[in-house]
């Protein structure tokens, strides 16, 4: 079964611009969740999708958006780049999101913000 | 809101000593999973952890899970530089079955030869 990929692995935007980011998810798997990981910050939670509907939205500003395909894959959409949205992007899907399902992480999307 | 914590947020240790990371949560976990995360790698699942007061183990790994289910530990006995990496604990709400984890800062290991 192939892995969870993630498309830019590397990406260089300026202040002010918006980026698209992807994730495909294991075959069959319905749930994918995203998150923003930086330097001793930890994994901060963006937000999760299921069946095509965000069920959960961390605290990000409204820059931050993302929706899921009928086929599970997900993007990740920031408006108007600022210097603090450098970091490391990671999906990550499950079956259903269940509280015992493990969770599978792409190799993430490093944004770097000039 | 939920937190889960995690001490301490840095460990350094020469090769052969042991590792013990800890996680707190301010609420009651239904369960707790843990994630290895190499340098410049992604999160991997190790393992979870349902039952209170369940220890688990993988080779020099010990995972346990409290009697209270609010905390955690993963201890590493006599450690080796392939255990380098940050080590994260995460646990949903109890009783949510919608899927958010909440993950802890994680414990970034450093082993010295």
């Known amino acids: 079964k192939a892995g969870v990929t993630q498309t830019p692995r590397y990406l260089i935007k300026t202040r002010g611009q918006q980026v698209t980011l992807s994730c495909s998810p294991i075959?069959?798997?319905?749930?994918v969740s995203w998150y923003q990981q930086t330097p001793g910050q930890g994994l901060q939670f963006l937000f999760e999708?299921?069946?095509?509907?965000?069920?959960n939205k961390g605290n990000f500003p409204g820059r931050f958006s993302g929706r899921q395909f009928s086929n599970s894959r997900s993007e990740m959409n920031v408006s108007t780049l600022e210097l603090g949205d450098s970091a490391l992007y990671l999906c990550?899907?499950?079956?259903?999101?269940?509280?015992?399902?493990?969770?599978?992480f792409g190799p993430g999307t490093r944004l770097t913000v000039l | 809101g939920q937190q889960v914590m995690q001490i301490p947020q840095y460990q350094h240790v020469q090769e052969g000593e042991d590792f013990t990371t800890y996680c707190n949560s301010s609420?009651?976990?239904?369960?707790i999973q843990w994630y290895k995360q190499r340098p410049g790698g992604h999160p991997v699942f190790l393992i979870q952890?349902?039952?209170?007061?369940e220890v688990k183990k993988q080779k020099r790994l010990t995972f346990q899970f409290g009697e209270a289910k609010k905390n955690s530990s993963l201890h590493i006995t006599a450690t080796q530089t392939t255990d380098v990496g940050t080590y994260f604990c995460?646990?949903?709400?109890?009783?949510?079955?919608?899927?958010?984890?909440?993950f802890g800062r994680g414990t970034q290991l450093t082993v010295w030869p």
């Open positions: 952890l349902v039952k209170s007061g």
């Open positions: 609420t009651t976990l239904s369960n």
């Open positions: 990550a899907s499950s079956a259903s999101g269940g509280d015992t399902d493990e969770q599978f």
């Open positions: 995460a646990g949903p709400n109890r009783g949510s079955t919608l899927g958010r984890l909440y």
């Open positions: 999708y299921f069946s095509e509907t965000q069920r």
């Open positions: 075959s069959g798997h319905r749930s």
